[in-house]
């Protein structure tokens, strides 16, 4: 937190000094989301796919260098699965997690010009905070030559109390690349590495993390 803060001072800091007729853009941005969390003492997780969309502002700082902000909404999650075999018996378990999140992204960007091309890269965090999210559980169970299955969806608690399953507080570094075409239209990829622990439960660790892949699309600018 005390890093994340001292970033949000350094970038107002930079802003409020820099050429007050440096240019802003607006936009919107849209794309795909890659999300995993990593959870502790299960190490096989896989990726859920999601979506992200919003807007973003960019402000110029200097010709080469700008810092942008957004608001996104943004899908997160992971899925689980298990299964095992013996004799003529088995099982098999999946949980998917599905977290709809507000992302706050603040980042800074360096461009390089080829012509009408600019290639850039990028840094910052995000503040995440949790919106709304949901468990689902499939379990089948083969005994005898008999198959049972049972599956349920339970919404997620938010909080930090002992009854809750995440906190709503998300916060990442994001670092990433890309390109932007006439000054308008901005192709990157980027990850999204959680920082702080999800978990609102003693000895537990949940991390989220995205990788995305993503189009920006400038409307105007002032």
């Known amino acids: 937190m005390r890093k994340v803060g001292i970033y949000f001072i350094t970038l107002i800091?930079?802003?409020?000094?820099?050429?007050i007729y440096a240019q802003i853009r607006i936009g919107?941005?849209?794309?795909?989301?890659?999300?995993?969390?990593?959870?502790?003492?299960?190490d096989d997780t896989k990726s859920k796919l999601g979506v992200h969309i919003g807007g973003i502002a960019e402000y110029e700082i200097a010709d080469a260098f700008?810092?942008?902000?957004?608001?996104?909404?943004?899908?997160k999650g992971f899925k689980y699965e298990e299964s095992e075999s013996f004799g003529g018996d088995s099982y098999s378990m999946e949980l998917k997690a599905s977290m709809f999140y507000l992302d706050i992204p603040?980042?800074?960007?360096?461009?390089?010009?080829?012509?009408?091309?600019?290639?850039?890269?990028?840094?910052?965090?995000?503040?995440?905070?949790g919106l709304s999210g949901k468990y689902e559980s499939e379990y089948t169970e083969t005994w005898d030559g008999e198959t049972y299955s049972e599956s349920d969806t339970d919404d997620i608690e938010w909080?930090?109390?002992?009854?809750?399953n995440i906190k709503r507080l998300d916060l990442g570094f994001i670092i990433g690349?890309?390109?932007?075409?006439?000054?308008?239209i901005q192709v990157g990829l980027s990850y999204n590495i959680g920082l702080?622990?999800?978990?609102?439960?003693?000895g537990d660790e949940i991390?989220?993390?995205?990788?995305?892949?993503?189009?920006?699309?400038?409307?105007?600018?002032?």
């Open 106 to 129: 603040l980042t800074a960007m360096y461009k390089f010009e080829l012509g009408d091309i600019s290639i850039y890269g990028t840094g910052g965090f995000n503040i995440g905070m």
């Open 207 to 222: 991390k989220n993390s995205v990788f995305a892949i993503t189009l920006s699309y400038f409307l105007t600018d002032f």
């Open 159 to 164: 909080g930090s109390g002992a009854e809750d």
């Open 28 to 42: 919107a941005k849209a794309g795909l989301n890659v999300a995993n969390s990593k959870i502790k003492d299960l």
């Open 13 to 19: 800091m930079i802003m409020c000094t820099s050429n």
């Open 66 to 75: 700008t810092a942008q902000a957004g608001l996104l909404l943004s899908q």
């Open 177 to 184: 690349a890309g390109v932007e075409i006439n000054e308008s």
């Open 196 to 202: 702080n622990n999800i978990s609102p439960h003693s």
